[in-house]
């Protein structure tokens, strides 16, 4: 049942700094947030409604936003990017929210609190969630292309695979799996985030994109022809996003257009084996772009032949 988070946090217990991401339907401030008891300060990400939206309903926007902070809320994974809290309502310094109005056009620029003003980004709810101080993964991964060796990229893929086991044990499906949705904590540890799309599995399966903006490039055949979003259409993406790891950050299927892309899946064609990439890393790829989901490779599945894998580089024997 869908539900409100638990964890609030007061909005001025958090400090929003600097502008760190611009989403479809939200913004990413870095922040920081200080423990009113311990007094602890801990940087975090603030995720705000965009007040330019596509729809320009600010309450659907919070809607969506609050969503996305109860699924999150409900995991508790090392590879998962991780919720701290929300905030709602009116700052707490302002006793009446009739100038509500006036902050839905406020500037994007986060203001230091102050008790007697309303923050000029209250009128939107705040998901505030752990920073990844490194950002996005497929701008690392160019960025830092010299230090990504075969042992990092497994790595790499193993955590987004245990990531979206993990979700699927409890019922999810996170439905848009790929590079662009992971985060770099540290320079061996990736976590997987942007929950917006994710459902529990009993929900309506049958998805329409309210933007009409579909990863197509990521997406499984059954999810191409008939919306159909499952964990095994999860795992198919989840062979994209790691194609995208061995391919240090390029994007599947360059230069080539979304109806073009269809047609080759039809015909049976996969993406190319990326060069470097070791004959049994391919084979377990293709395992997990097999037409017929019912016999596609399942996400423990790879995540323990990924372990596997790396267990064999680390002591020496080929792949
Ligand atoms: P879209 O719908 O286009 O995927 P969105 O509105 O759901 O985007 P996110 O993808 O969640 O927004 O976030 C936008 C960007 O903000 C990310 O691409 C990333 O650069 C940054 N970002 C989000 N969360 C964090 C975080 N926890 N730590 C660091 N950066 C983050």
Same mark, same amino acid.
């Given at each position: 049942?869908?539900?409100?988070?638990?964890?609030?946090?007061?909005?001025?217990?958090?400090?929003?700094?600097?502008?760190?991401?611009?989403?479809?339907?939200?913004?990413?401030?870095?922040?920081?947030?200080?423990?009113?008891?311990?007094?602890?300060?801990?940087?975090?990400?603030?995720?705000?409604?965009?007040?330019?939206?596509?729809?320009? #309903?600010?309450?659907?926007?919070?809607?969506?936003?609050?969503?996305?902070?109860?699924?999150?809320?409900?995991?508790?994974?090392?590879?998962?990017?991780?919720?701290?809290?929300?905030?709602?309502?009116?700052?707490?310094? *302002?006793?009446?929210?009739?100038?509500?109005?006036?902050?839905?056009?406020?500037?994007?620029?986060?203001?230091?609190?102050?008790?007697?003003?309303?923050?000029?980004?209250?009128?939107?709810?705040?998901?505030?969630?752990?920073?990844?101080?490194?950002?996005?993964?497929?701008?690392?991964?160019?960025?830092? !292309?010299?230090?990504?060796?075969?042992?990092?990229?497994?790595?790499?893929?193993?955590?987004?695979?245990?990531?979206?086991?993990?979700?699927?044990?409890?019922?999810?499906?996170?439905?848009?799996?790929?590079?662009?949705?992971?985060?770099?904590?540290?320079?061996?540890?990736?976590?997987?985030?942007?929950?917006? +799309?994710?459902?529990?599995?009993?929900?309506?399966?049958?998805?329409?994109?309210?933007?009409?903006?579909?990863?197509?490039?990521?997406?499984?055949?059954?999810?191409?022809?008939?919306?159909?979003?499952?964990?095994?259409?999860?795992?198919?993406?989840?062979?994209?996003?790691?194609?995208?790891?061995?391919?240090?950050?390029?994007?599947?299927?360059?230069?080539?257009?979304?109806?073009?892309?269809?047609?080759?899946?039809?015909?049976?064609?996969?993406?190319?084996?990326?060069?470097?990439?070791?004959?049994?890393?391919?084979?377990?790829?293709?395992? +997990?772009?097999?037409?017929?989901?019912?016999? !596609?490779?399942?996400?423990?599945?790879?995540?323990?032949?990924?372990?596997?894998?790396? #267990?064999?580089?680390?002591?020496? *024997?080929?792949?």
């Amino acid at each position: 049942p869908m539900g409100v988070p638990n964890t609030f946090l007061e909005r001025n217990s958090v400090q929003l700094e600097e502008l760190i991401g611009d989403g479809l339907f939200g913004i990413v401030y870095r922040g920081s947030y200080t423990d009113r008891r311990t007094h602890r300060r801990m940087p975090v990400a603030v995720k705000v409604c965009k007040d330019d939206g596509e729809t320009g #309903d600010l309450e659907l926007a919070n809607k969506f936003l609050l969503e996305e902070a109860y699924t999150m809320q409900q995991f508790r994974h090392p590879h998962v990017i991780r919720l701290m809290g929300i905030c709602t309502g009116p700052h707490p310094g *302002k006793a009446d929210d009739s100038s509500s109005d006036d902050s839905r056009h406020s500037p994007k620029h986060p203001n230091n609190n102050n008790n007697n003003v309303m923050h000029p980004l209250a009128a939107s709810v705040w998901i505030v969630m752990e920073l990844a101080p490194l950002g996005e993964l497929r701008t690392y991964l160019q960025r830092e !292309r010299a230090i990504i060796n075969l042992e990092v990229q497994l790595l790499f893929a193993k955590q987004i695979a245990s990531a979206t086991a993990y979700l699927h044990s409890n019922g999810f499906v996170h439905r848009d799996i790929a590079a662009r949705n992971c985060l770099v904590t540290s320079p061996r540890c990736l976590k997987l985030s942007d929950f917006g +799309m994710s459902k529990m599995l009993a929900e309506e399966e049958v998805y329409t994109s309210s933007s009409g903006k579909l990863p197509i490039k990521w997406m499984a055949p059954e999810s191409l022809n008939y919306r159909r979003f499952t964990a095994q259409s999860d795992v198919y993406s989840l062979g994209v996003c790691i194609w995208e790891i061995l391919m240090h950050g390029i994007k599947p299927w360059q230069g080539i257009r979304n109806h073009e892309v269809i047609k080759k899946i039809e015909a049976g064609e996969t993406l190319a084996r990326p060069p470097d990439c070791p004959l049994a890393l391919y084979d377990m790829l293709r395992a +997990m772009w097999v037409i017929d989901e019912n016999f !596609r490779m399942t996400a423990a599945e790879a995540m323990h032949f990924l372990e596997h894998l790396l #267990d064999e580089l680390l002591s020496g *024997k080929p792949a």
